[in-house]
Nanobody
Framework: QVQLVESGGGLVQAGGSLRLSCAAS??????MAWYRQAPGKQREWVAT???????IYADSAKGRFTISRDNARNTVYLLVNSLKPEDTAVYYC????????WGQGIQVTVSS
């Protein structure tokens, strides 16, 4: 059974950095992605990391967000630099193989 557990969120001041983690169990890495959902908005895609290691980012994430993985820990990360109040959202990781699996989400709050 696939399980994804996010961690690393919290309250941070604008301009700071945060590294979110997504620990996966029950399956080897496939395509991994991060999404976020701000209050009152739809969930939006942030970044994708393929099983081969290639990355792609949403335009809003380019330059400040970095998705990476540690195969030994079966963990995917999302590093966010220069945080802005508009980055406040619940962040979710997703694994895709024969279907999509979602983590429970982690809150990130950026204060101005």
């Amino acid at each position: 059974q696939v399980q994804l557990v996010e961690s690393g969120g919290g309250l941070v001041q604008a301009g700071g950095s945060l590294r979110l983690s997504c620990a996966a169990s029950g399956s080897a890495f496939n395509v991994m992605a991060w999404y976020r959902q701000a209050p009152g908005k739809q969930r939006e895609w942030v970044a994708t990391l393929s099983s081969g290691g290639s990355t792609i980012y949403a335009d809003s994430a380019k330059g400040r967000f970095t998705i990476s993985r540690d195969n030994a820990r079966n963990t995917v990360y999302l590093l966010v630099n220069s945080l802005k109040p508009e980055d406040t959202a619940v962040y979710y990781c997703r694994m895709s193989n024969t279907r999509n699996y979602w983590g429970q989400g982690i809150q990130v709050t950026v204060s101005s």
